[in-house]
């Protein structure tokens, strides 16, 4: 008898689910997309990070990189080897190079041995002093088998490589630039590198090293991206940094001592030549002196023969003295080398990038799934809680035939358990793999990250199952539990309706009595039913405002480029000259800027600074300029107040910092900072003013504040200009004639900010069409679910209104004009909460050198909700024809 009734248990069991398909399904999907956004943003991150670090644990990435202006030495290799923890110290070579007959420079390195490796693509390694391999970015534009050439420089004293033709062998894939098109300045071809090259060692011809790689040893078996490995290197950094401070001074004097050893002996060598010319010059005054006016012709001549050797001999003095002051003049112009310590982050750009994105990604999973799955509980209360009424004669019947209430209860949480677990298992396994290869394949098309390794992870995996079946469980429990508690004989009764009341609206009476009859029923229906009208505006409200804070993301992206590049800068490039410029450099430099091709520029002094920001691994660099002519900065550079648009002008009080940069630092009108320039000195700066800038750290002063900054005279050392044809192409032919003046250091091009800019709205924009799909599915089964419980539960009234000679038309608004109504109210409250959201996130998603656009567009919220009405209204034909396909006399005769 017990295990009949036990297989009659389970048949009940297996018929409410197919029973009921809609609603099983219903449950399904909501978990389904609660799990598949949840698990697949929380695995998305890490399994970017891990594709990254084992990437660079199989090359070996150093974990710091020294250069220097003047190459590293033997004292300066000494140097290194003798740093304590430094487990590996590896030296190489490198020279930036011109593609001949193009304006694309490449960065020639010398092949690694164990530090900072590369991988091989295609073909092979270089492996004599004639072979290269390529970037593998190239592999289509140079085949195997190729020769390709390069422009020497103009300087043989620069010139390091042997020859300047190579033998392509292989492409490769460098651990050192992982972004596809930022590789980094040079001062060759535009001023921008398009990528690099690999040679051997024997290709340079170089007394010095340029580039020193470092591994250490307690940061081996630490993952790059563990707090605890960033806290080490910038120890490291630290100590590496104190141990070359005065190395600068050093190299500087060994490199005079033997010039000036030579100048000296040259000079000593001038005066004993000087001395014996004069004592010859004398005597042969004494000779003219005694011959006197009756000397014999021949006398005369050996003494104008021995003058005229003098003169000879002066001549070549003078001469000497000349190159002399050249040498002296040259020995003075030396200057110090400049040695250059760079972390993981800081010289690799791309794989900051890549890590930031990552990061945003994990930003992401604390709030999109939580919306989720709050909203997957509230419709699964309401779905459990219409399940159990409608089942209230069956619970009777069980508890009256001696069921216990744990087998009653037994049936409905088989059919939570199922339908939710089914849902979790399917949300977590496309969420394990297709979101995060969609997330990395739009991150990774700026980058050259490949082959994502998918990882399971059994913690969100656990806990995605835990919440989804929780939500499903804990309502099953709930009602059941508070239905059981009646006898047998009220569960087999229907359950009484909820009676009508007075709402506090029939109390204003002149709106009520213009009130037709429908829109009163309406009206005190929405307070008759307050769980189910609560239900519905939530649950509206949470699917808005997840559309809301995913279209207000892509919105605060897309438009930085228009406002950084259309609004606030107005230039196309900075030109930036050497530190030392002479007159015949200058002299070229203004005929450039005199080109035809240049409608305006200024000239600025222009420096690059820094500043140690909390909590981060890199230096924040910050971009100053400098003007002595105030009034002209605004023809290139709008400043002005985000918030109130108001004008800021350059004025003796201080420095003008740009937005993103303040926010970073906490930094207010008033407060002082303290940055260091490129020779590790310190300049306090007081803030004068805070202006809106969304792409890259500045700093704006006037020429009073810059003197009195930097305790020095103001000189200009850079322009700012403007083009008459700004394309792409007319930059980088413009760039690459300012790179071929002597005096021309560095060119900036505005375009390589909008590549940085449209890579990171690609990768963001990708996932949030994801995310937004997501919240368009979830409005479809939220609004569903809730009206099809509505018409469920109110079938007998709606077969009477029927009845009563209702048009098909009327009955399906007399039902859903609430749901309308509710649709619309959920939609303004989810406005406030996608408001909300979109403020956290931007505050969790933004980069370090990039200000996000605060505050929702009207057009955002405008689209957001004719979705939300659009899927409401659409929902309403569905429920028409279901409304049509009434049995009105199987519904009226229903047990009451």
């Given at each position: 008898m017990v295990s009949y009734a036990k297989k009659t248990l389970n048949k009940e069991i297996r018929r409410s689910i197919?029973?009921?398909?809609?609603?099983?399904?219903?449950?399904?999907?909501?978990?389904?997309?609660?799990?598949?956004?949840?698990?697949?943003?929380?695995?998305?991150?890490?399994?970017?990070?891990?594709?990254?670090?084992?990437?660079?644990?199989?090359?070996?990435?150093?974990?710091?990189?020294?250069?220097?202006?003047?190459?590293?030495?033997?004292?300066?290799?000494?140097?290194?080897?003798?740093?304590?923890?430094?487990?590996?110290?590896?030296?190489?070579?490198?020279?930036?190079?011109?593609?001949?007959?193009?304006?694309?420079?490449?960065?020639?390195?010398?092949?690694?041995?164990?530090?900072?490796?590369?991988?091989?693509?295609?073909?092979k390694l270089p492996q004599k002093d004639s072979e290269i391999a390529l970037d593998y970015l190239y592999d289509g534009q140079y085949k195997i088998?190729?020769?390709?050439?390069?422009?020497?420089?103009?300087?043989?004293?620069?010139?390091?490589?042997?020859?300047?033709?190579?033998?392509?062998?292989?492409?490769?894939?460098?651990?050192?630039?992982?972004?596809?098109?930022?590789?980094?300045?040079?001062?060759?071809?535009?001023?921008?590198?398009?990528?690099?090259?690999?040679?051997?060692?024997?290709?340079?011809?170089?007394?010095?090293?340029?580039?020193?790689?470092?591994?250490?040893?307690?940061?081996?078996?630490?993952?790059?991206?563990?707090?605890?490995?960033?806290?080490?290197?910038?120890?490291?950094?630290?100590?590496?940094?104190?141990?070359?401070?005065?190395?600068?001074?050093?190299?500087?004097?060994?490199?005079?001592t033997g010039p000036e050893k030579q100048i000296n002996e040259a000079k000593s060598q001038i005066v004993e030549e000087e001395n014996q010319l004069t004592q010859q010059e004398n005597q042969l005054i004494a000779q003219k002196n005694q011959i006197g006016e009756n000397a014999s012709a021949q006398a005369i001549e050996q003494i104008n023969a021995g003058q005229n050797q003098n003169n000879d001999g002066k001549e070549k003095i003078a001469k000497a003295k000349a190159e002399l002051a050249k040498q002296e003049t040259a020995l003075n112009q030396l200057e110090k080398p400049t040695y250059q310590i760079n972390n993981l982050k800081e010289g690799n750009p791309g794989y900051k990038t890549f890590l930031d994105d990552s990061t945003r990604i994990d930003s992401l999973s604390n709030i999109f799934p939580v919306v989720l799955f709050a909203i997957?509980?509230?419709?699964?209360?309401?779905?459990?809680?219409?399940?159990?009424?409608?089942?209230?004669?069956?619970?009777?019947?069980?508890?009256?035939?001696?069921?216990?209430?744990?087998?009653?209860?037994?049936?409905?949480?088989?059919?939570?358990?199922?339908?939710?677990?089914?849902?979790?298992?399917?949300?977590?396994?496309?969420?394990?793999?297709?979101?995060?290869?969609?997330?990395?394949?739009?991150?990774?098309?700026?980058?050259?990250?490949?082959?994502?390794?998918?990882?399971?992870?059994?913690?969100?995996?656990?806990?995605?199952?835990?919440?989804?079946?929780?939500?499903?469980?804990?309502?099953?429990?709930?009602?059941?539990?508070?239905?059981?508690?009646?006898?047998?004989?009220?569960?087999?009764?229907?359950?009484?309706?909820?009676?009508?009341?007075?709402i506090l609206l029939e109390k204003i009476n002149f709106i009520w009595k213009r009130m037709s009859f429908t829109y009163k029923v309406t009206a005190r229906n929405l307070f008759r039913y307050k769980k189910r009208m609560l239900m519905t505006i939530f649950g509206v409200a949470g699917c808005t405002a997840?559309?809301?804070?995913?279209?207000?993301?892509?919105?605060?992206?897309?438009?930085?480029?228009?406002?950084?590049?259309?609004?606030i800068l107005h230039y196309d490039m900075i030109t930036i000259e050497k530190n030392k410029?002479?007159?015949?450099?200058?002299?070229?430099?203004?005929?450039?800027?005199?080109?035809?091709?240049?409608?305006?520029?200024?000239?600025?002094?222009?420096?690059?600074?820094?500043?140690?920001?909390?909590?981060?691994?890199?230096k924040q660099e910050v971009n100053l300029i400098a003007t002595n002519r105030s009034d002209d900065l605004s023809k290139y550079i709008s400043l002005k107040s985000r918030k109130n648009s108001q004008k800021i002008e350059l004025n003796n009080s201080g420095a003008v910092l740009s937005e993103k940069f303040a926010e970073l630092l906490d930094l207010k009108v008033g407060d002082s900072l303290t940055l260091k320039d490129s020779e590790n000195q310190p300049h306090k700066i007081k803030v004068a003013a805070i202006t809106e800038m969304y792409m890259g750290h500045y700093i704006f002063m006037n020429q009073s504040v810059y003197q009195k900054v930097f305790k020095k005279d103001f000189v200009a050392n850079a322009q700012l200009i403007k083009l008459k044809n700004a394309s792409t192409n007319n930059i980088q032919k413009m760039s690459a004639q300012f790179m071929q003046e002597d005096g021309i250091q560095a060119v900036s091009q505005n375009s390589d900010l909008k590549k940085v800019i449209e890579s990171f709205m690609y990768g963001i924009n990708s996932v949030?069409?994801?995310?937004?799909?997501?919240?368009?599915?979830?409005?479809?089964?939220?609004?569903?679910?809730?009206?099809?419980?509505?018409?469920?539960?109110?079938?007998?009234?709606?077969?009477?209104?029927?009845?009563?000679?209702?048009?098909?038309?009327?009955?399906?608004?007399?039902?859903?004009?609430?749901?309308?109504?509710?649709?619309?109210?959920?939609?303004?409250?989810?406005?406030?909460?996608?408001?909300?959201?979109?403020?956290v996130i931007m505050n969790q998603l933004s980069a370090d050198q990039i200000m996000f656009a605060p505050g929702l567009l009207w057009t955002n919220l405008l689209l957001s909700a004719a979705i939300t009405f659009a899927t409401t209204l659409l929902l309403a034909i569905v429920v028409h024809f279901k409304l049509k396909a009434v049995d009105m006399l199987g519904a009226l005769k229903s047990v009451d």
């Open positions: 197919t029973g009921s398909l809609g609603r099983f399904i219903s449950i399904f999907s909501l978990m389904l997309l609660g799990t598949f956004a949840f698990v697949g943003l929380k695995v998305s991150g890490p399994d970017m990070r891990r594709t990254a670090e084992d990437f660079y644990a199989q090359h070996h990435l150093a974990d710091l990189t020294l250069t220097s202006t003047l190459g590293l030495d033997h004292s300066d290799q000494q140097l290194i080897n003798e740093t304590k923890g430094v487990k590996k110290a590896e030296f190489g070579y490198f020279q930036d190079l011109v593609i001949k007959g193009k304006e694309n420079s490449l960065r020639l390195f010398s092949k690694p041995d164990e530090l900072s490796t590369y991988e091989l693509m295609s073909g088998g190729q020769t390709i050439d390069f422009t020497p420089p103009k300087s043989k004293d620069s010139d390091l490589i042997k020859n300047h033709s190579f033998k392509i062998v292989g492409f490769v894939k460098s651990s050192e630039y992982v972004d596809k098109s930022d590789f980094g300045s040079t001062t060759v071809g535009t001023g921008k590198l398009n990528g690099y090259a690999l040679v051997t060692k024997e290709a340079f011809d170089s007394d010095v090293y340029m580039i020193a790689r470092l591994s250490y040893k307690n940061l081996q078996n630490i993952s790059i991206f563990d707090s605890k490995y960033d806290s080490r290197l910038k120890t490291e950094q630290k100590t590496l940094e104190n141990t070359f401070k005065n190395q600068p001074e050093k190299r500087l004097a060994a490199l005079k997957a509980l509230l419709v699964s209360l309401t779905t459990m809680t219409r399940f159990v009424e409608e089942e209230r004669g069956n619970l009777g019947l069980l508890k009256a035939l001696g069921y216990s209430n744990r087998d009653i209860r037994k049936k409905f949480m088989v059919y939570g358990l199922v339908s939710s677990g089914l849902g979790a298992l399917v949300g977590t396994i496309i969420g394990h793999t297709f979101l995060p290869i969609a997330v990395f394949n739009a991150y990774t098309a700026s980058s050259t990250f490949s082959n994502l390794r998918l990882t399971l992870s059994p913690l969100w995996t656990i806990v995605a199952f835990a919440i989804a079946i929780a939500c499903s469980l804990l309502p099953a429990y709930w009602v059941v539990r508070m239905e059981l508690k009646e006898v047998p004989a009220s569960l087999f009764l229907a359950k009484v309706p909820k009676a009508g009341s007075r997840l559309l809301v804070m995913g279209f207000g993301i892509r919105d605060s992206i897309s438009g930085l480029s228009n406002k950084q590049f259309g609004q410029v002479n007159d015949k450099e200058k002299e070229e430099i203004d005929k450039e800027l005199a080109s035809s091709e240049i409608e305006n520029y200024l000239p600025i002094a222009f420096e690059n600074l820094t500043k140690e920001a909390s909590g981060k691994l890199e949030m069409i994801v995310l937004i799909s997501c919240a368009i599915l979830l409005a479809i089964v939220v609004i569903y679910n809730l009206t099809n419980i509505n018409v469920s539960e109110r079938i007998r009234e709606l077969a009477t209104i029927k009845v009563l000679g209702f048009y098909d038309r009327e009955v399906t608004l007399y039902i859903y004009r609430e749901t309308i109504l509710l649709s619309f109210l959920g939609i303004l409250v989810g406005f406030g909460l996608g408001d909300y959201f979109h403020q």
